[in-house]
């Protein structure tokens, strides 16, 4: 036997008119036709006293069904209703549980509606008191702590050069909006910062992934209720294919007599390496050993996440010489080799200036089409043309997505490639020595400051 909305009938009450009670089922929620518009409800109070009074289903004309709690306060003749859980996103158990014990705080006087409305204003205030300064802060403060997580991290702690290259953009939105309401930013000034960057397309994608991130984060935190970056659309820049020829990064090293010490070594290091802008910019004298000339970069500081040795071309172990032997004391394990000032003045910090960096060997130099980047390019390519092993090439470059170096085979990899790297680096040390010119190629002692 059914009933007048279709569902089944578990109780017929003697003399009933035409409209059936039943207890609130799996069966009876899913079998209900939703109304032709506005919603229904089911209520689990079948018979009288013996279901859950006040426990119920809406049934929306869409066809979505979602469980509330109705009660009326002690002395109110008002119905309030506390709406439960979405059906599917909840079971019938889960919802039936919260049910009673919403009912529950009802009869010990409590008003659940009342602790909800508190709990959201509380939500509301904080977020309004949140500047976008302040949810930068402690975005990176997660950052650096590991506790961000994010889908490129896969549970490991994030590279030290992805949180400083995700901090340096989001300083910038800082420096635009920091007084500013996180919660208030809306998509067009997001729109309008990226807009800034709209023909460097490596940067617009960077800044924008950086905000969205951060607002995401902050979503899952609680801090904000909106992302304003979620439908804005950034392209993937075009695969570059530059390769520098020896005369062109012989035209870039002298170039560099002309900057200041840091700057001239930091470019030098980059050539002769062939290492990512960020590890040299970052690099500590712990991590050097200039008797065996070895480079050992930790996992939190690389790309791919894992330890990088690399054998130090006789160039490089002579710049970094005559950097040590100019400082006035022996330096700490983690003290930069190639230090710059914090934004407050106050600090050594790394290098992070690359724009101004760049604009400046273009006023002196007068080459199509480069960036820093096609110095790794450069070294592989002109290595392998004189023979080089591809895989010790890849191994050198520490690539991310070389599938040869995993497991233990990596661990016995990495240590056997050493040797041959060291051949390849001494290679590249001589070609770059023949294209500057001997007599050119480093003045070591020309300028004491470092």
Known sequence: MRDCTGLPCVWVPPGCPGERFWMLTKAAIEDAKPPTKGRRVLWDNDPPGSGLAGFGCRVFASGQRSFIAQYRLPGSRKKQTATIGTYGLITLPQARDKAEKILAKVKLGDDPQAERKARTAAEIARSRALTVRELVRQYSAALRAGTAKTNRSNGHPQAEAYVADTVLH???????????????????????LLNEYIEQPSAHRRMHGAINRMYAWARQMELVANNPTADIVTTQG???????????????????????????????????????????????????????????????????????VIPLPETAVAVLRA???????????????????????????????????????????????????????????????????????DVMLNHAASVSRSGVIGVYQKARLIEPMRKVMALWDEMLRNAFGQDNVIRLNRDASV
């Open 323 to 393: 950097r040590r032997e100019a400082l006035k004391r022996s330096p700490r394990a983690d003290d930069l080799v190639l230090p710059s000032v914090s934004r407050d003045g106050k600090d050594a910090a790394p290098v992070s200036g690359w724009g101004w960096l760049k604009r400046e060997l273009d006023s002196r130099i007068k080459l199509q089409s480069w960036r820093m980047h096609d110095f790794r390019r450069s070294l592989v390519t002109h290595l392998a043309e004189k023979g080089a092993d591809e895989a010790v090439l």
């Open 170 to 192: 989001l300083d910038r939105f800082g420096d635009r909006y920091g007084k500013q309401t996180a919660a208030a930013i809306t998509r067009s000034e997001v729109v309008s």
């Open 238 to 308: 075009q695969s570059r294919e530059r390769v520098l020829s020896l005369a062109e990064l012989a035209a870039i090293w002298r170039a560099t007599d002309q900057l200041s010490p840091l700057y001239r070594d930091l470019i030098r290091l980059m050539i002769l390496t062939g290492q990512r802008r960020g590890e040299v910019a970052r690099m500590i004298w712990g991590e050097i050993d200039l008797t065996s000339s070895l480079w050992t970069l930790p996992s939190s500081r690389t790309k791919a996440r894992r330890q990088h």
